[in-house]
């Protein structure tokens, strides 16, 4: 329902109704947890149910709490674990210590002989065509079991690592659980990236077997990926086979196996039981100053964590659907896939996100009946700008949920949907990272949506913001920290025996607790506002702003389509801080819109935040996975290389780069009067 605005006092967007926080699975698992595992009693009286202080006891009582989710969710262990968290400290915490499980097997249970829901969909595929094709349970099973036995048939042990260069289909899907299933390491790239990018990642791990898709098709048009595959095969010398992936349906080259041989319907899936911290895949940071990290994840703390976040955090079970706009190259993809763990489908979209429109987003959650649609805050935007209706135009009557991810939800964002896509959804923007493969804080079923900020810290996430000596803050601007362990927490960065550069990622501004690296605020009423990167902070005259800031206000401007803002502190003291627009339609940089951008920063943010120069570029560089790419762009302005300021191979543009380039050499060997803007 929505509370009208009191001019008293500010509201809340959105509150659940009682109906719905009882039936969330959230206030389910409350009183199971109260009754067995020793967390507070729900709280009748609070319309949340007490949620601050199961969260209290979620972080303070790490084991009881994660023994409740694994208990919980029946979590099944080959062989028992001896205790729950052996070493507390961080980095370096032990989970389930014994214990042995597999994550494929929990991901089909659903398919198992016998099960009422073998026969309905397991995975929703939707090309741009938009008319989703259904993947049964038992047909996922059957296929994840006959390619499981194939891998085995290759010499594929546990620890040898499985890659994946594939879009967003089935066959990516299966290819990560009969990995999973044998006890591999898989590890993917989506097909728009280039083979060097690609080798960047791949190389670091030396997979012995790669799935290879012949190409694939975006906004309306066919990309051949046969010569990328070629350069693939001919760097990775570590390969022992190539599956080929017909999906332009060309034949498989000389020397590669056949996916349709290898996935065809046989035996029941076997599982091999790893110990709970065994490697499952391998993640990689957008790698846009170097190489990429290669972030090693464990097959347990995986599956707990997406338990805890897909099952009570997104309210996600038997008969929801969950579509989330993603890549392979994403981390938001292998939480897509974490869907089936609760019976979740897992609606998979291959294709551009505005292709034949803008909204064609909505349309694939119409079709496929979505019960949580996840897209980026950049998606909710541009619809706001090209006028979409989806409340007035979609039947949206499936969807409980619209998330975002990505980068901050605006407060003009979380408005728009509210009004554009209907009253009644519970929007929920989210924030973690690829580096933990979840989310810090975002979505709580049972508590109140407030523009602009996420919902809360997350169960089992000891969320802070530290000032710079260590002290946690409220209400003020803080580095985003996590001062517990949580189990997706990466097991170790591959190729870095003794730990250091994982150390030194995470651990080295604050020794014992994860520094993440974003700006953020905890409010007194316990929501969480993400301002951006602490690594690209804006500082004019000791006062700090997160660059997201910057855009939410001046996006908001109908002739600004995109921009990315940076400060450069120069020689001698200088700091100049520009600020980048892309121009939307036939808008013009004139004096009068650079007045009205000043004057909108000036009034709603801060003046010590106006741009030095409002400079109009061709376009703003992205990573892969499409964040604005501030300090690349930064170091080239301070005179550094670009070969050395960004690895081009994790950027969506480079042209863009190199025109950045340009701009800073230019501004180099010009005056400030010369080149002012």
């Known amino acids: 329902m929505y509370d009208a605005p009191n001019a008293a006092e500010p509201q809340p967007l959105w509150r659940p109704d009682p109906g719905r926080v009882a039936e969330a699975r959230l206030t389910r698992f409350h009183a199971f947890a109260a009754g067995r595992h020793g967390a507070p009693a729900p709280l ?19 084991g009881a709490f994660w023994e409740a989710v694994a208990d919980w969710f029946d979590v099944r262990f ?63 099973r059957a296929r994840v079991g ?29 290819a990560l659980l009969a990995s999973a299933a044998v006890g591999a390491v898989w590890t993917s790239c989506a097909p728009d990236f280039g083979a060097r990018s690609v080798l960047d990642r791949f190389q670091q791990v030396e997979p012995v077997v790669l799935f290879a898709a012949d190409g694939y098709r975006y906004a309306g048009r066919v990309h051949d990926r046969t010569g990328a595959v070629a350069e693939l095969r001919a760097g990775l010398p570590s390969l022992r086979a190539v599956v080929h992936v017909p ?3 060309t034949a498989a080259p000389r020397g590669a196996l056949e996916w349709d041989a290898l996935t065809a319907p046989g035996a029941e899936p076997e599982f091999t039981h790893v110990p709970f911290g065994h490697p499952l895949w391998v993640l990689y940071s957008s790698g846009t100053t170097g190489l990429p990290k290669a972030i090693v994840q464990s097959q347990g703390g995986i599956l707990l964590e997406h ?62 009946r979505a019960t949580l649609f996840g897209t980026s805050a950049a998606y909710v935007m541009a619809c706001a700008k090209a006028d979409v209706h989806p409340g007035r135009d979609f039947d949206l009557s499936a969807t409980r949920c619209v998330a975002t991810t990505g980068s901050p939800l605006p407060p003009d964002g979380f408005r728009w949907l509210h009004e554009e896509a209907g009253a009644g959804l519970w929007i929920a923007s989210v924030s973690g990272g690829t580096d933990v493969c979840s989310c810090f804080a975002g979505a709580v079923p049972t508590l109140p949506v407030w523009a602009g900020e996420l919902q809360a810290p997350c169960l089992g ?92 206000v001046v996006e908001r401007l109908p002739e600004i389509a995109e921009s990315l803002v940076i400060g450069v502190e120069e020689p001698g003291g200088g700091y100049w801080m520009p600020l980048f627009v892309r121009l939307a339609g036939d808008a013009v940089l004139d004096e009068a819109l650079r007045e009205r951008v000043r004057r909108t920063i000036r009034e709603a943010l801060s003046p010590r935040h106006v741009p030095d120069d409002i400079v109009e570029v ?28 960004a690895n081009t191979g994790s950027v969506d543009d480079p042209d863009l ?14 005056s400030d009067d010369d080149y002012s803007g």
């Open 44 to 62: 009748p009286a609070d319309p949340a149910g007490g949620y601050a202080a199961l969260h209290h006891w979620s972080v303070t009582e790490l």
């Open 78 to 140: 080959a062989t028992p674990y001896s205790s729950v968290l052996t070493d507390p400290a961080l980095p370096g915490a032990r989970w389930f210590a014994g214990a042995t499980l597999n994550y494929a097997e929990h991901a089909l249970r659903a398919g198992e002989p016998g099960s009422p829901r073998a026969q309905e969909p397991a995975l929703l595929r939707v090309d741009e065509e938009h008319r989703p094709e259904a993947v049964t349970w038992s047909a996922l």
């Open 146 to 174: 006959s390619l499981a036995a194939a891998l085995r048939d290759m010499g594929v042990r546990p620890g040898d690592r499985v890659s994946g260069y594939l879009p967003n289909v089935p066959e990516a899907v299966v």
């Open 247 to 249: 999906l332009l349906g």
């Open 307 to 368: 338990l805890k976040q897909l099952g009570l955090h997104c309210d996600l079970g038997p008969g929801d659907r969950m579509f989330w706009y993603t890549s392979t190259g994403w981390m938001m993809w292998n939480f897509l896939v974490s869907a089936l763990l609760t019976g979740t489908t897992a609606v998979l979209y291959d294709g551009s996100p505005g292709h034949p429109d803008t909204a064609a987003q909505w349309r694939v959650a119409e079709r496929s």
């Open 461 to 552: 996430t000891d969320l802070r913001a530290f000032g710079p000596d260590g002290r946690s803050l409220v209400d003020e601007v803080g580095e985003l920290v996590v001062t517990t362990p949580m189990p997706s927490m990466p097991v170790g960065f591959w190729n870095d025996p003794d730990g250091s550069r994982y150390r030194e990622s995470y651990f080295s501004m604050f020794p014992g607790v994860w520094r993440h690296g974003d700006w953020t605020t905890v409010t007194s009423r316990g929501t969480v506002v993400i301002h951006g990167r602490s690594d690209s902070t804006l500082n004019r005259q000791g006062v700090r702003m997160g660059s997201a800031d910057i855009y939410e």
């Open 618 to 645: 061709p376009g703003v560089p992205h990573t892969l996975t499409g964040k604005r790419l501030e300090v690349p762009v930064k170091r080239l302005f301070q005179g550094v290389p670009l070969e050395r300021a």
């Open 657 to 670: 780069l190199r025109y950045f380039e340009r701009m800073a050499h230019e501004r180099a060997t010009v």
